[in-house]
C-alpha cells in the first residue's frame, strides 16, 4: 500500500534559519503530493501541493519539489519564523478507478518544528 | 466563506452516554470527510461522503455513525464510546476532483473524551 515517511522531530531551530523536513514516499501510480500544517488547537491547514514530477509548490516562503526519480517531496524555507511553529504533515492522495479524488489521504508520521527567537 | 465549522470544540462524555459531533461548510463542496487524530499521531481517515452518500468506511466500528442531512452538514453520532476513543476528531470538504487531487479543508476539530 502506499506510505509516507518523514524525518523524526522534533526540529528545533532559531529564527532566521533555513528548515529542511525531508519526506519520502511509496504509491503505485501517480500521486499527488501535500504538505499540510497544523497549529496548535487547531485542524489542519493546506500549505502547499504538487500534483505531478518536477511540480513546485510554494506558499509562505516554504517550498517542495515533487521528484519522482528520488520519491521525495521535501519542505524548504530559507528564514523560519517564530509564527512558523506547528507540526507539518507530508501527504499523499491517489484518484480512484474512476479518475476522481475521494481526499484519502495517506499522512507521515508528522514533524514538530520549534523556532525560537 | 472559506471555513468548515466543528461544534462542540470540546466533549466529555461516559461510555453509556449517546453524543453528536456536527460539522458545516459552505463552500459548495460535495465531499466531506470524518478523520480521527490521536494526540502526536497523523489523521486517520474513517467515513467520506460524495454527494451525500457513504462513499468509504474504514472499518470504523458501529458504536460511530455518520450522517450528511444535506450537502452543508456532516454529522457523526456516538454511542457506547470506550476510552480509547479519547481524540480530536476532525472534519473536512473538498471539491470532488476530476482527474487532481483537491484539497482538503479542515474544521478545527472536536476534542473527545470518554470517561
Known amino acids: 500500500g502506499d506510505s509516507v515517511t518523514q524525518m523524526e522531530g522534533p526540529v528545533t531551530l532559531s529564527e532566521e534559519a533555513f528548515l529542511t523536513i525531508n519526506c519520502t514516499y511509496t504509491a503505485t501510480g501517480y500521486p499527488s503530493l501535500f504538505w499540510y500544517v497544523q497549529y496548535p488547537g487547531e485542524g489542519l491547514q493546506l500549505l502547499l501541493k504538487?500534483?505531478?514530477?518536477?511540480d513546485k509548490g510554494s506558499n509562505k516562503g516554504f517550498e517542495a519539489t515533487y521528484r519522482k526519480e528520488t520519491t521525495s517531496f521535501h519542505l524548504e524555507k530559507g528564514s523560519v519564523q517564530v509564527s512558523d511553529s506547528a507540526v507539518y504533515f507530508c501527504a499523499l492522495s491517489q484518484l480512484n478507478a474512476g479518475g476522481t479524488s475521494y481526499g484519502k489521504l495517506t499522512f507521515g508520521q508528522g514533524t514538530i518544528l520549534t523556532v525560537h527567537p | 466563506d472559506t471555513e468548515v465549522t466543528q461544534t462542540p470544540k470540546h466533549l466529555v462524555m461516559g461510555m453509556t452516554n449517546k453524543k453528536s459531533l456536527k460539522c458545516e461548510q459552505h463552500m459548495g463542496h460535495r465531499a466531506m470527510y470524518w478523520y480521527k487524530q490521536k494526540a502526536k499521531k497523523p489523521p486517520e481517515l474513517m467515513f467520506v461522503?460524495?454527494?451525500?452518500?457513504?462513499?468509504i468506511n474504514e472499518s470504523v466500528p458501529s458504536r460511530f455513525s455518520p450522517e450528511c442531512p444535506n450537502s452543508s452538514l456532516l454529522n457523526l453520532h456516538l454511542h457506547a464510546l470506550q476510552p480509547e476513543d479519547s481524540a480530536l476528531y476532525l472534519c473536512a470538504s473538498s471539491q470532488e476532483g476530476r482527474g487532481v487531487a483537491e484539497k482538503l479543508f479542515f474544521g478545527s476539530g472536536t476534542q473527545l473524551s470518554v470517561l
Open positions: 461522503y460524495s454527494y451525500e452518500k457513504l462513499s
Open positions: 504538487a500534483t505531478k514530477a518536477d
